[in-house]
Structures are given as structure tokens and as C-alpha cells.
């Protein structure tokens, strides 16, 4: 296969993310699979440079890359998520309903990542990613059905232009613009008939536009050490759509509004510090620590178009997270077997915004640790493949829908449910960079 096809497909991986489907696997709705040199290390040390995808973190590392370069990155996520019922209102007679087994999805993540040169101080640049984003699939006949079924999904399509400045050998600054699309749906069942046992589902889905930011700088204060501080703006993302109720022999809830509706998704804002240490000439230490302001999410209000809530029965129509920031930390460590080939480790662990208290069956998120292993082989100046594997560990999440201050008792109407939640991932990560220039050749240093 010549590097000419291996170019042009490296362009058309972007073209791929339009059919993505996203699934969570950091903290909350985030997808942080959006590199594979990164993904190798767990992450760490990312801000601070690397790969062109490094951008996605901190736009200021676009400094690092020279000429007109892409890098093009497929990630598989193969999650299981599987919910066991220990109690509540349909979880015995005269119901029965059980557990769920997986309702997880296997997904493709695909992303891309473009930059130009402009001059010797001034760097263009475009990333296109999918940054949020959940795809489950619940049975209607299980034991939490009032808080989840069907299906659940959210889809973002984030694109990001950039400019990068450097300022000096050791200083370089970065900033862009987020645009970022969206696609939600979100069932959850209407209480069942005690005789007949019958179930019926309201839904709600829905899509729109919503605007932010991206902000970076790196400092490389030695040749042997680089630092990078990176900032992704909250978004507010409108959703507009429609609210849907059964009819016919299901019967619409009284005091009702299906219809027109919309909501704001609050999503947060993330502040990643990267650190790179060169050892030796074959060994670099790698850390990050990394902030999300998940605390601003808060409740989505699903609202008729006057401003009035939607009502579903007598309960207005919400979707409660109320969750609290989340941290992640990462250490990793980089060897260079040979000018060709690096390889790379990393663990990481992440604390969830998710708590004991307001945790359901749709996003039962708990603290999570992450194993790590990659590598990059460069076939000349121009190409160059990144594989990575993760392996993450879930901790056993409990869920205890009983009382009225959990914020998703609620939507329930007073149905009560308490299960347990076992998840693992697996993820495979392949990248593309090219160079698409000639890139100078070497001077030759001659003594005088």
C-alpha cells in the first residue's frame, strides 16, 4: 500500500465521525478517547504535547508539529454495564421485573486533527471530535423501568479551528472556538397497570447548537522538560425537540403536555496540567492532573415553548444529574527502543462526579481506574502509527432510589428501586499522522 492511500485515508477518517456513535467512559457523559498516542499512557503527561491530537487538550501544543500535518484516530469501546435488582416497586409481586444484563453498547469513536504552519511563529489548525456522549439500550420489563428504558442516547459532534502562536522557544500560547452539535433521546417508563401488568414509555428527544471555547499555553523551560496547562470552556448545549407519550389503549397520562419542548444541558468546562520529564535519552516520565467542573450541570428543566414546564401526569418533566466535579490523575512512562519505535505505560485513576446519593441505572458512574499500554513506529518523516489498548476496572456502584431527597424519586411518582451496577471497558485505539509537506531537510554542522 503506498503512503499516497495512506493519506488519503487518514483525511476521510474524519469524514467517519458523522456516523459515530459516542459512548461514556471517563467521568459523567465525557468520552476521553480522542487519541491514541495519548491513550497509550493513560493520558498522562498529554497537555504538555506529543501528537497533533495533543490539541484537543491544549491548542498551543500545535507549536510542536511542523508544517501541514493531520493525524486521523479510530477507537474501539467495548463496555459492559449490567444492573441487579435488589429491591423496590417492581422488583417483586405482583411485578417481578429483574435485572437488565448489559446495556452497554460497543462503539466506534473517530476523530481528526489538522495543522498548518503558517510561518515560523504562527500555526492554524481544526480538530473534529465527539467529547460527550452515552448509548445504552434498557428491556421495559425490568425493576428500575420508571427510571430507564429503551433507549438512552447522546450524540456530540464538536468542531474545533485553532491558532497557535510561539512566542519564544520556550513559550507558546493557543486559543479557538468550539462548535459542537448535538442529538439526545431519553425514555423512561410510565408506571405499569397492577392487573395487567402492561408497561408504557415516555420519551423525550431532541437536538441543537450550543458555543464555547478552548484555551492553552506550553512552557519549555529546559530541553528536557515541557509543561502544558489547557482549558475547555463549559458549554451550554439548547436542545430542542419533542416529548412523546403513549396513546390509544396506553392512555396519555393525565395533566399532560407531550408536544414541543426544550431543555439546556449544562455540560462542563476542563482544565488539564501535563507534565513531560526526559530522563535519559530513551526514558520520559509522563503526569497529568486533570479538573472537570461537573457541578454545573445540575438539573436539565424540560420546558413547553411559553417557558411553562412539561408535565408528564402531575410531575414535571426533568432530568436531575446534580453531580459534583470530577478529577482525573495519570502517571505513565515512555521508552525509545529505537529511532522508530517508542513505547509507552500508564495507569490512571479517576474520581467520579457521580455520588452515592443521586446515582440511577443510566449513568451509574463510580470511581474508576485505568490500565494502560501503546506504542508509535514511524515509518519515515512523513507517516507515522499509534496503537494503544486500555483495560478499565469500575468500582461496584450501589443505587438507592427510596427516598424523596434523591432528585430522581421525583420523575419515579414515589416508585422506589435499590440494585447494584457492575461495569468494565475495554478500549483499542488506532492512529494515522501524516505529513503531508516535505519536511527540510537537516543542516549539516560542520566545525569552521
Known sequence: MSYRTLSRRA??????????????????????????YAQGSSFAGIA????????????????????????SVLTGIFPSTTNTATGGTYAGFPFSFGDTGNIAHDAIVPTGYYSWQVNPNL???????SPFGIAETFPDRWAGRVFAAGGENLM???FTPSVAYKISDILSVGLGVQIQYAHASFTQGLPSRTGSGLTQQAGLSGSGYGFGWTAGVTVTPTPTTSIGLGYRSAIDQDINGTLVLPGGFGFIPPVSTPGSVNTTLKLPGMLSLGVKQQLTPQWTVLGTVEWTNWSR?????????????????????????EWKDGWFFSLGAEYQWNPQLALRAGVAFEKS?????????????????????????????????DLAYSHGFVKSAPINITSPSNPLFAIGGGTTYTGNVDS????????LRYRWDNPAPAKLVTKG
Open 156 to 158: 456530540t459532534f464538536n
Open 353 to 385: 462526579p457521580v455520588t452515592d446519593s443521586v446515582r440511577g441505572p443510566i449513568i451509574p458512574d463510580d470511581d474508576r481506574t485505568w490500565l494502560s499500554i501503546g506504542a508509535t513506529y514511524n515509518f519515515n518523516a512523513k507517516t507515522t502509527i
Open 11 to 36: 483525511a476521510g477518517a474524519l469524514g467517519l465521525l458523522v456516523i459515530a456513535t459516542g459512548v461514556a467512559h471517563a467521568g459523567g457523559l465525557a468520552i476521553h478517547e480522542q487519541s491514541a
Open 123 to 129: 500555526w492554524v489548525g481544526l480538530a473534529a471530535n
Open 297 to 321: 450541570i445540575g438539573t436539565s428543566n424540560i420546558l413547553q415553548p411559553n417557558g411553562s414546564p412539561a408535565l408528564i401526569g402531575l410531575n414535571q418533566a426533568v432530568i436531575p444529574f
Open 424 to 431: 468494565h471497558f475495554d478500549i483499542i485505539s488506532v492512529g
Open 48 to 71: 504538555a504535547g506529543g501528537s497533533l491530537s495533543a490539541m484537543f487538550w491544549n491548542p498551543a501544543t500545535m507549536t510542536q508539529q511542523g508544517g501541514l500535518q493531520s493525524e
